[in-house]
């Protein structure tokens, strides 16, 4: 079989297990100008090139055998993976979910203050190209969050919180509308539909460090203390771009940085709190009010960011057992009940693939070696991996460790 021959059917077998495509209202927003400023053709033509370059740039991995597919061929169940590249330079992605951008992390002193010891930890993004399949360098924002369908991104400007919400279109890297607030902005975030965002309102800066000694008479940043600037969240229609603020009250179990996020139905919204245990979520109505949270939501956990599979029917957990150096299994729960179902490899489990398989990080080194895992691909039911990324050597360290940021494609 030639290698066209390898594409072809690697594409049919991907628009045969694709389901059926949730409107994508995110997209909309910039249609209208798109056609009349007369891009029709090059939005097919970069479309066309976008499947192109998946299909005949990007080395990959077969999750139903050990063998590599030859280099530049989608695997089977639209797998993509880059198992020599940490960050990634091209496309990741597998079945539904896809690798949309990652950031790195650095603190910079606010000499606005006149003073080294308070400063602000930022993010550099790294957006993919849907043009050419690769992660493109984007230092102009602070705040990113990709839409649903990998064509639009909400955008917040430097110096947080700002009074304006960009909407970027991901292929011309073009701001294609501001939307202008009252209430200053610091956090991002789209319903599941990817129709409405959500974005967090603060008073200041919830990424503001101070510097500290240690015992030791060492320099090192850490998070400023006190009571959490947030205010509440603006809930925009992304079509229209019109909204309607809601006032939250914080409280001390509000983080500094404690951003909202929609439910699945989009009924509600939570965040992250402290309590009892790390990664303990806290739900509210659109009101403001705190609620008990939905039904197949209220065992969740706001730091796993996979949360509910597809259907709904699973609920992806945190850590369960880490048995062998290197090995470590996840926890996947009924969502309803918080009882668990089984187990599946992986530490942090990031995004669904599909009902059955997830993006996880999986840690390569032993448990008395520093932490260093890898992007993979795990299935429900099986032992087996198939990697994604190359090994982050220095997670945690600023300028170096990579967080990614996976969204339905």
Known sequence: MNIEELVRDSLRELAAEQPPAVPGFADRVLAVRRRRRGRRLAAVAAATAAVVAVAVAVPVLDSGRNDVRPSGVVGRNGIAGHPDQSPPRELIAAGQTALAAYYTWRTVPRTEKQTEKKGSSERTYWLLDPGTGTYVKDSR???VAVAPGLRTAAVLERNLPVSRIGLLDLATRKVERWIPVEHPVAGLAFSYDGARLLA???DGDPDARHKYQD????????????TSTRTGFYDVDVVSGKGS????ASDRDTLARADFSFSRTGDQVYAQVLGKHDGTQQFYDL?????AGPANERYLRADVDARLSPDGRLAALGLAKEIAPGKSYSSIRDPRTGKEITKVRGAGLLAWADDRRLVAWERVTGLDEPYQPRLVLVTIGSDRVVPL????????EETKGWQPVFVRR
């Open 245 to 248: 603020w809601t006032g939250v």
């Open 215 to 226: 015992l030791k008479g060492g320099w090192g940043w850490g998070p400023t203390s006190g």
């Open 141 to 143: 924002w602070s705040v």
């Open 287 to 291: 009101d403001g009010e705190k609620a």
């Open 389 to 396: 990324s190359g090994v982050q050597k220095e997670m945690f």
């Open 200 to 202: 967090t309102t603060y």
